[in-house]
């Protein structure tokens, strides 16, 4: 009997401790997994933080039409598509743009920043869709138009640029009497 009582516990022994051993081995490479998926989305959020962020300091620039803002946000192979059908390149926007312009002091620009944001980064590629909200200057009241813009980016020597791009009016609509 002491026998059989030895050898039972010596085999629930052995099976805890190869059901541990095992279950030990299984873990590690969820943590591995787990410690590079962390490392990726925090990859992710910083490119969604720079997109974001260069999209809004081209709004914040392209009031002035800023040469350089336009330079740098357009890649040289952008296709654009306005709001009214028309479809054209980086050439056609740059071409009325002096790059010697100066701001008129005390003058009002318009005003213009995105609303509803909404960015997916595809590794070195990323789309980005928004509301274009503008007013004819940050103290104006009512909003002149808003339009909704899907912007493809391409990201070049730790830069993005705009390769593609769409702009939707949005109709203004009033209010059923």
Do not use: C
């Not at 052995?14 to 925090?42: C, E, G, I, N, V």
């Not at 071409?95 to 509803?116: S, T």
């Amino acid at each position: 009997m002491k026998i059989k009582t030895i050898l039972t516990a010596t085999f629930f022994t052995a099976t805890f401790f190869a059901t541990s051993l095992m279950m030990a081995t299984l873990s590690l490479p969820t943590y591995a997994a787990d410690k590079q998926s962390r490392a990726h989305l925090k990859a992710h959020v910083k490119e969604k933080l720079q997109l974001e962020q260069t999209l809004n300091d081209f709004l914040a620039n392209s009031i002035n039409n800023d040469f350089k803002n336009h330079n740098n946000f357009w890649a040289d192979e952008l296709i654009y598509t306005s709001s009214a059908g028309l479809r054209f390149d980086k050439a056609f926007i740059m071409k009325d743009l002096d790059p010697n312009k100066n701001v008129e002091v005390g003058e009002l620009p318009p005003h213009y920043w995105a609303e509803e944001a909404d960015i997916r980064v595809y590794g070195d590629i990323a789309i980005v869709a928004f509301k274009l909200m503008h007013k004819d200057n940050k103290q104006a009241k009512e909003l002149r138009q808003t339009y909704y813009n899907t912007g493809t980016f391409a990201k070049r020597d730790g830069k993005w640029q705009a390769i593609a791009w769409q702009a939707t009016k949005i109709p203004q609509t009033t209010e059923a009497k």
